[in-house]
């Protein structure tokens, strides 16, 4: 007899037991799992037509195996969009202005829009300093002398700063250093511990892994409604996943730096090659998830485009190209 299982994982495990791809979780551990052709996905449940007759679990959760797929994904080949389910889309980035020049700031990297969309958090090479300037253009400023790998900006405008020793410190963008406290996990949506990644279905909900053990699976990103976590794997590329764990995730590919839109249909990531010791190409894709359809956004601009970043309505995208700056218009 059939038997359907609902239920939630209510524990994170070590690195050395993490849990294979496919492993079921109830709230005591994972639970004995049937031949692998006893399982059918069946929308947001799994059911069991073998195996144990009583199972007592709160949720299934779906740990995938890492996926690789193979041939040039970059421009398009429209073998590997279909591959990956999309199609090719017709979306550019336009009024393209540089706010660095390398040749009169010096290198910079890593911009990140303001959530009211008028600065960028920016930073110098090896992540050494926290600069904010204008997106109409002037002059970096330098905000905090720290690493800023881990630096994002808060929802009210803030600049928080966390350091490797788990010290989270929040700057206003003049340099005024406003508070400090330890980096508390269980204020996260969504964080990678041992290459996997923890999710939580909503506020105040237990964290629980989303991946398996295929992959090392890392910057975890939460979309703006909660519902996704887009994330990477070191050897696979950029999967969507629910936070909640129900469905199997979406492989969109090769990819990095990911960053959601904000109605949270979107994603941006950049896709680069290189030559073994230095990046020889690199453009800023833009896929719909709604409508399967992926662009190219700087196709046949020059440049090296990487690290994008979107302002709250969508409108704008900065990146680096080369140790400059660039912000455009998504059109």
């Known amino acids: 007899m059939a038997v359907a299982i609902v239920g939630v ?10 849990p294979s791809a496919g492993t079921l979780f109830g709230p005591t551990g994972p639970v004995v799992r049937p031949p692998e052709s006893s399982i059918i996905d069946a929308k947001d449940e799994i059911v069991l037509e073998r195996g144990p007759a009583e199972v007592e679990v709160g949720e299934l959760r779906y740990l995938p195996e890492a996926i690789e797929l193979s041939g040039d994904a970059l421009a398009g080949d429209a073998a590997m969009l279909h591959a990956l389910g999309l199609r090719e889309g017709n979306r550019r980035l336009g009024r393209v202005r540089q706010l660095t020049d390398p040749a009169i700031h010096g290198h910079f990297l890593a911009p990140r829009l303001s959530p009211d969309g008028l600065q960028v958090m920016l930073t110098r090479p090896g992540f050494d300093g926290v600069y904010v300037m204008p997106v109409a253009g002037g002059e970096p400023v330098l905000v905090a002398e720290e690493n800023s790998f881990r630096a994002r900006w808060t929802a009210d405008g803030k600049i928080e700063v966390r350091d490797e020793e788990g010290m989270v410190r929040v700057y206003s963008p003049d340099g005024t250093l406003e508070r400090t406290a330890p980096w508390d996990p269980t204020g996260e949506r969504a964080y990678s511990q041992d290459d996997t990644i923890f999710a939580r279905a909503s506020d105040g909900a237990a964290a629980a892994p989303i991946t398996g053990n295929n992959d090392r699976y890392f910057n975890p990103v939460p979309s703006p409604d909660g519902r996704y976590v887009a994330y990477q794997g070191l050897h696979s590329g950029i999967y969507v996943a629910r936070a909640d764990g129900s469905e199997r995730p979406r492989f969109l590919g090769e990819g990095n730096h990911p960053v959601w839109a904000p109605d949270s249909g979107r994603l941006l990531y950049d896709i680069t090659r290189d030559d073994g010791h230095a990046l020889t190409t690199g453009d800023l894709y833009l896929v719909d ?8 956004l700087t196709r046949g601009q020059g440049g090296i485009a990487q690290v994008p970043s979107m302002s709250p309505d969508g409108s704008t995208v900065a990146y680096e190209s080369e140790g400059g700056i660039f912000v455009g218009s998504v059109q």
């Not at 994982?9 to 993490?18: H, M, Q, S, V």
């Open 9 to 18: 994982l209510l524990l994170t495990r070590p690195a050395k037991d993490r």
């Open 289 to 296: 998830l709604n409508a399967s359809e992926r662009s190219n």
